[in-house]
């Protein structure tokens, strides 16, 4: 992508340091922004302030979420490397980058994953057995060993509900859960340079609600950028980088927020996830229909969730993840919430707006019939 060239004058400066203390009533709402040939401005307590975000990103993220067709749904980018808002795209009635609105479904097992790596008792090659547990999670499930094995790195990138219910039940405790979904962004606000909506969790203590709530059925609404700032930390190697996305006209500087796992779990995190878009969730997204990758020579590491709910009914559907998997440059979101039939998902997405970012021709239809969601992912 073209780089930034930052514009910095008296009248910005001003609103600058106005906006943070107007936007602490209320969290920023970024629906309108204007997009020049060389910045992106945007209203922030009143006034309007010059972002962080990339124009071409911003515009190319905002036709493929415009195709996409769903009714509500958000894209939300940044660079990795300092924390730095690239793309923020919202579709409904409200900002939906910052909105608590969808459950995390199946991203919530990327919290899940590093605290049980966390805890050293189990690794990625830990193989757990199970039999059911596709479609839902019952105590009688969760309690058979069945014939069907898994390690913990293929179920993350397959995102096999009950390996997680399970090796949750056995190792994890609720506080656990809680603290490592908090340090990840799943729960309460972000560190970003704006006031935004805190993501909301709720793990139950008993352990069959816990095991259930670990898999990512119904554990509370993640908003977009908090999905974007797990993925940005572990992208990090475990370090927690601020986001930021008003610009100050002086070259972006990485702010660190502390550390969210150690650099060894993070690398083991990075290698599961690099399975969802390999031979997971995403691998038929991120092939063209001739079988060739559809990101040549760029790894990408993610994670899919899909869960169906809500009133008016949604087929909610997840796409997080970051690229190049071994030098991060770019970690990315998507939400969409559609309607049970649908026209794209978040995996096709996301895939598209990494094509947009790296300057790759996009792929040409993938073979992914519009049909029912069946499997929560």
């Not at 994953?113 to 690794?123: F, K, Q, T």
């Not at 060993?145 to 949750?168: D, K, M, P, Y």
């Not at 809680?178 to 962004?185: I, M, N, Q, S």
Request: charged residues 20%; aromatic residues 6%; hydrophobic residues 45%.
């Amino acid at each position: 992508m073209r780089p930034i060239r930052f514009i910095f004058t008296a009248a910005l400066a001003s609103a600058l340091a106005l906006a943070p203390c107007l936007a602490a009533a209320s969290p920023v709402d970024l629906r309108s922004i204007r997009v020049t040939n060389e910045a992106a401005f945007g209203r922030v307590g009143g006034a309007e302030v010059k972002l962080t975000l990339d124009p071409d990103l911003q515009r190319a993220a905002t036709r493929i979420l415009t195709n996409s067709s769903a009714h509500e749904g958000a894209i939300v980018a940044s660079d990795v490397r300092t924390g730095r808002i690239l793309a923020w795209v919202t579709r409904g009635d409200r900002d939906y980058v910052v909105a608590p609105f969808a459950p995390s479904a199946s991203l919530f097992k990327i919290v899940t994953a590093s605290a049980l790596l966390e805890g050293g008792r189990v690794n990625p090659s830990t193989r757990e057995c199970y039999e059911g547990g596709e479609h839902a999670i019952v105590p009688a499930v969760l309690e058979r060993r069945g014939s069907a094995c898994s390690s913990l790195g293929e179920a993350l990138g397959s995102s096999i509900n009950l390996v997680f219910a399970r090796l949750a039940k056995k190792h994890l405790s609720p506080p656990s859960i809680r603290r490592k979904a908090a340090e990840l962004g799943f729960s309460g606000e972000v560190p970003i340079d704006v006031n935004v909506a805190p993501s909301e969790l709720t793990i139950p203590d008993d352990p069959f609600g816990m095991a259930r709530a670990s898999a990512g059925f119904w554990n509370g609404r993640l908003s977009p950028l908090g999905a974007l700032f797990a993925m940005q930390t572990i992208a990090n190697d475990g370090e927690r980088v601020r986001l930021a996305i008003l610009d100050h006209g002086d070259p972006p500087l990485r702010a660190s927020a502390g550390r969210a796992m150690s650099v060894g779990v993070a690398a083991s995190m990075t290698r599961m996830l690099e399975l969802t878009t390999r031979r997971g969730t995403a691998a038929k997204a991120f092939k063209r229909p001739d079988g060739t990758p559809a990101l040549p020579s760029i790894s990408v590491a993610a994670k899919t969730g899909t869960l169906i709910g809500g009133k008016p009914t949604r087929m909610y559907s997840w796409f997080a993840g970051f690229a190049p998997s071994t030098k991060p440059e770019i970690a990315i979101t998507v939400m969409l919430g559609n309607d049970i039939r649908w026209t794209t998902k978040a995996n096709i997405v996301g895939r598209q707006v990494l094509e947009a970012y790296f300057g790759i021709a996009p792929a040409k239809a993938v073979a992914v019939a519009a049909s029912p969601a069946k499997r929560k992912r």
